[in-house]
């Protein structure tokens, strides 16, 4: 497989003729820097990618590079022994679309260090199905687990549910033994949640947290993809010894609680930075979905495949609200 002369990028750039992404002609010399060249087969489209892609939120670091936070292909030419031509690759975060050039192209350079081979029991494009929402979902998961969390504690809770990460984690907590439930501002969207492995949907607006700094316990444990608001209400209500592993901050960054549902409950509050994971964990993340914990319902949560001409117009629709499901981005 020979390196290309030229390829196709989604480039995003910000100069003096202000912010803006565009389809552009490159070659493998213009990437940024890494001993594994790679030939793209997939990225996903994800809420982050759409800031990088709009200049609507400040994800790159530097200036231009490609979009795309996740990428999955072949080998096409590494320096390093580790990879060969034709092996089977997939990378998460690691600075793709930040400081690095990301997955939105038909080539990418990858460091060695964060290049992870892909799993017997995962296509390639399952692997990017599952793409940083899923990855982030399995390492919540992990987290729970890792902190002595079981299935017979009771019920995980998942807010954000119609969102990437929380359909995907509700699907890997059943898969893993667990009951789970969900929280979603989307009541439309119960049935497909209850589809996924959902007991029980609950529509964000009739949430009622209560006032005290503890509450009646709801539930053993919680994946928060809020934050702000929903993540403090959450601290209220977790049985004790229980834990919430959080992973994001759509709803605020801030956080109003008390130490008493730490203190009187042992409530654990569980960081899950998926972005810079070190590669072990990656390792052994991305070898629990596909043998342990993969998706029942992968090929339903996936809702279409798009080029990257598309790209833009699929942003506005994810920034708007209207999006829902995984998309991947294809070079077929």
């Known amino acids: 497989m ?84 034709g092996d089977a690759v997939l990378c998460t975060g690691c600075g793709l679309s930040e400081t690095r050039d990301g997955g939105y192209a038909e080539y990418v350079k990858l460091e060695s260090q964060w290049a992870i081979p892909l799993p017997a029991g995962l296509t390639l494009r399952e692997s990017m199905i599952l793409g940083t929402a899923g990855f982030t979902a399995a390492l919540a998961v992990f987290q729970l687990v890792r902190n002595g969390q079981t299935p017979d504690m009771g019920p995980i809770v998942v807010t954000g549910a119609t969102g990437g990460v929380g359909m995907l984690a509700i699907d890997i907590l059943t898969r893993a033994g667990f009951e789970a439930q969900a929280i979603t501002g989307k009541a439309d969207q119960f049935d497909f949640l209850i589809n996924l492995g959902a007991t029980q949907c609950i529509a964000r607006k009739e949430l009622y ?13 919680a994946i928060d993809n809020v934050g702000g608001d929903m993540l403090a209400g959450l601290t209220r209500v977790i049985r004790p010894y229980g834990a919430i592993a959080t992973c994001g901050n759509a709803g605020g960054a801030e956080l109003a609680t008390t130490v008493m549902p730490f203190i009187l409950r042992g409530l654990s509050l569980l960081g899950v930075a998926s972005a810079g994971t070190a590669r072990p964990v990656r390792e052994r993340i991305w070898q629990h979905l596909a043998d342990d914990w993969k998706p029942a319902h992968l090929e339903t949560i996936a809702t279409g495949s798009v080029t990257l001409d598309a790209l833009g117009g699929v942003f506005g629709t994810m920034l708007g609200g209207d999006s829902f499901g995984r998309k991947l981005v294809t070079m077929d």
Request: aromatic letters at 10%; zero cysteines; proline letters at 5%.
């Open 2 to 85: 020979s390196s290309p002369a030229h390829f196709r990028a989604f480039r995003i750039r910000n100069d003096q003729d202000g912010y803006r992404a565009a389809v552009e002609d490159m070659s493998a010399d213009a990437l940024t820097p890494g001993e594994v060249l790679v030939k793209t087969a997939f990225s996903s489209i994800n809420y982050k990618d759409a800031l990088a892609g709009t200049g609507k939120g400040k994800i790159l670091r530097r200036h231009p590079l490609n979009g795309g936070i996740d990428v999955a292909g072949y080998v096409a030419a590494s320096t390093d022994p580790a990879f060969r031509e």
């Open 209 to 221: 947290w209560g006032q005290r700094p503890l509450e009646a316990a709801h539930w053993a444990g």
